[in-house]
């Protein structure tokens, strides 16, 4: 990073949009120990498209909302093993896509698992970090704080009374 440039300072928790993907926001926790970047993905399915391995998958943008799902569909870039931060190998599919911080956007790798029982939906590893933003582990939402109703109408959806 050049020393005229000025690194986007995130903290430990970030609103990000996934806009090739359609997610148009999903709280994602920030991790400087894990290598790799993963998204929460349920119900994968491989195909071909125009000679192209393509990957579609579903996911829950919204924490805490299994009702609501979007459909993503991409090329798929590499099959990996990765470690979890329990010891666990896990053969993941691995896609690109651009990520959206404020007004930043990059592409990052992410791996596809299922997330099910994490609070987050999405994890943002260190490779999808250095070289471009500074990490304050006692901030969060440096970029934006995106409340409940702006979220859901996002989505086009009306938030839910029980939720």
């Known amino acids: 990073m050049n ?18 993907l359609g997610l148009h926001a999903i709280k994602a926790k920030v991790d ?14 491989l195909y071909r498209e125009n000679n192209i391995d393509m990957v579609r998958f579903l996911v829950h943008p919204i924490q805490k909302n299994l009702n609501f799902y979007v459909e993503c569909k991409t090329p798929l870039k590499d099959r990996r093993q990765v470690t979890d931060s329990g010891g666990h190998k896990e053969m993941r599919y691995v896609i690109e896509t651009p990520v959206v911080f404020d007004t930043c956007i990059y592409p990052i790798e992410l791996t596809l ?16 970090l250095k070289n471009r ?9 440096m970029c934006g704080k995106l409340d409940k109703r702006s979220l859901y109408e996002l989505y086009g959806l009306k938030p839910e009374v029980n939720e």
């Open 113 to 128: 698992t299922g997330r099910d029982t994490m609070r987050f939906k999405m994890l943002l590893g260190r490779n999808a």
């Open 32 to 45: 400087t120990g894990a290598r790799t970047s993963a998204l929460h993905a349920f119900d994968i399915e």
């Open 3 to 20: 020393k005229k440039e000025q690194a986007l300072m995130l903290g430990w928790r970030e609103w990000v949009a996934l806009p090739e």
């Open 133 to 141: 933003v500074m990490v304050n582990p006692t901030a969060s939402f």
